[in-house]
Every structure is written in C-alpha cells, then in structure tokens.
C-alpha cells in the first residue's frame, strides 16, 4: 500500500524556521518528481515546490522563493522542506504528493501536516 507521512509542523513565530518531512512506503518514489502543496484557512490549496527525481531541479513558488529549500534522500524514500523567515501568511496544511505523471498530476496525497506561524 502507498503511503505518505507528513511530519514536522507546528507553532513557531514569525521569522522562525521548520524543517518538514514526507516518508514515502509502499514503493519507492525515487523516479517521480515529489511536491508540495499547501491548503491556508478559507484558501484553495496552492502549490510550494516541486523536485525532480533524483533532485537535479528544484522548483518554488514566488511566495515562497529564497525561504523554502526542498531536497530528498533516496536511500530514505523522503522528501524535506526547510521553511526559513516564516510569516503569518505560510500558515496552512502542508502536504506532500507524487506519482508517475508528476509534477502535471499528482497521484499520491499525504494527510497533511499543520503550520502555524504566529505574529
């Protein structure tokens, strides 16, 4: 069974930094492009970031831009993304997605993981 597993949100103040987590299981997602995505209060869900396999690219929204770093271990089958200067306007669900036609059309969803940021 497929399964992605977000962790690492929280509550942190506004210029703080979090790293979050995705595990993938099930099958190794070392040849799919990995994303981001990110859901605020009362927002459609927006992407962050994408890599590609291997992580050869990298790509970001503006929003995010100079603050956001994404990368992946493929011996872990995980995928990171640091969160540096957060402001208020990154609170949201964060969630991690793949699958075979990424970054086009995203397959897998993970539950989500929550970021708060506080002014």
């Known amino acids: 069974q497929v399964q992605l597993v977000e962790s690492g949100g929280g509550l942190v103040q506004a210029g703080g930094s979090l790293r979050l987590s995705c595990a993938a299981s099930g099958r190794s997602f070392n040849s799919y492009h990995m994303g981001w995505f990110r859901q605020g209060p009362g927002k459609e869900r927006e992407f962050v970031s994408h890599?590609?396999?291997?992580?050869?690219?990298?790509y970001y929204a503006d929003s995010v831009k100079g603050r956001f770093t994404i990368s992946r271990d493929s011996a872990k089958n995980t995928v990171y993304l640091q969160m540096n200067s957060l402001k208020p306007g990154d609170t949201a669900v964060y969630y991690c997605a793949t699958g075979p036609r990424a970054p086009s059309d995203y397959t897998y969803w993970g539950q989500g993981t929550q970021v708060t940021v506080s002014s």
């Open positions: 890599i590609s396999p291997y992580g050869s690219s990298r």
